[in-house]
């Protein structure tokens, strides 16, 4: 599971268990109820659709519940010129002088398509703990790596756009 996680995970994940348990529970417990007066269970599909709604959304709360209670908390804060948990990182790749744009996040925030990649990733654990102009070689694999070349860091303050990812 995904124990390692920041303050800021952690207060997230609980306005999320908050809203699922005042907001989205009693609506989905008053659908159930609802839709079961609309007659025979074993033809409603709208029944058997609010049923699973509501568990989906209690196995959610669940699942958030117990990743706070065996998170690793780590600290998203790190000197003004090192790469860190929520750095906004701009690279360049050695081999085509290419560059991306990458934010170093935890791995229930990563994103690839979006730029967000977890601390634990090839490229995340290769990045954090370096400064502007070094070199950074990333093993994908045992047979496959490549060489980066940090350009610029930002810090990010706001990341109140992020959101934990569901499964």
Excluded at 2 to 11: M, P
Excluded at 15 to 23: A, M, P, Q
Aim: aromatic fraction near 6%; hydrophobic fraction near 35%.
């Amino acid at each position: 599971m995904f124990d390692q996680l920041t303050a800021g995970d952690i207060k997230k994940m609980e306005e999320e268990i908050e809203y699922r348990k005042l907001v989205v529970r009693p609506q989905a417990l008053e659908d159930v109820k609802e839709t079961r007066a609309h007659g025979d269970l074993s033809e409603n599909f709208e029944y058997h659709a609010a049923k699973k709604f509501k568990n989906q959304n209690e196995s959610r709360i669940r699942y958030l519940e117990r990743m706070i209670r065996t998170a690793n908390v780590i600290s998203d804060e790190s000197a003004e010129d090192e790469v860190g948990i929520n750095n906004t990182v701009t690279v360049e790749f050695v081999d085509d002088q290419s560059t991306e744009v990458y934010r170093i996040v935890t791995t229930v925030r990563g994103n690839s398509l979006e730029g967000l990649i977890s601390n634990e990733s090839p490229m995340g654990k290769a990045l954090l703990g370096h400064k502007v102009g070094d070199v950074c070689h990333v093993q994908v694999n045992d047979a496959v790596g490549y060489d980066v070349v940090i350009k610029n860091i930002e810090n990010t303050v706001d990341d109140s756009s992020d959101k934990i990812r569901s499964f």
